[in-house]
């Protein structure tokens, strides 16, 4: 945030669960009282656990995920519409929904239910979209592809985009 402001823009900092729906609304009524209207929005949260065979997951696991991945950008999108909507006042804004190239491959032996998640969160992208265009709002999704970064680490394989980067056409992983 102080970066952000030294710079001369103007940031805040809210730790917020949003998986928790009354966590998600009082993040964004911070943002209100912040920033006036909200008009853009970056649904970025996203989480896995230890990679595993579909066979060896639990429901505390699999629904861990699919709440925080799934349910906390539904909760997100919901509250940015409220604000941005020409229907409820807004002027329009953009949603962009941070998917995985795992929604498309699938993550066999690894991942399966994370890509479902992002799988999921595709289609909430196509649907809000096609719902909302009118409404003056884009939404958009991004697949990242191998990029370099925590999640891999917290899945119990730091080395991950090493392994596979031969596996995309530059050959190498992408940077944060």
Known sequence: VAAIERAGGAALSVQA???????????????????????????????????????????TRINRILT????GSFLCAREAVRRMSTRHGGSGGSIVNMSSRGAVLGSPGEYVDYAASKAALDALTIGLSKEVAGENIRV??????????????????????????????????GEP
Not at 68 to 71: G, Y
Not at 145 to 162: F, K, M, N, Y
Request: proline share 4%.
């Open 17 to 59: 669960d949003v998986s928790d729906e009354s966590a998600v609304e009082r993040l964004f009524v911070a943002v209100d009282k912040r920033f006036g209207r909200l008009n853009a929005l970056i649904n970025n949260a996203g989480i896995l656990s230890a990679q595993m065979r579909v066979e060896q997951m639990d429901a």
């Open 140 to 173: 958009n999704g991004v697949r990242p592809g191998l990029i370099h970064t925590d999640i891999h680490a917290s899945g119990g394989e730091p080395g991950r985009v090493s392994r596979l980067q031969s596996s995309v056409p530059m050959a190498r992983g």
């Open 68 to 71: 925080t991945n799934v349910t």
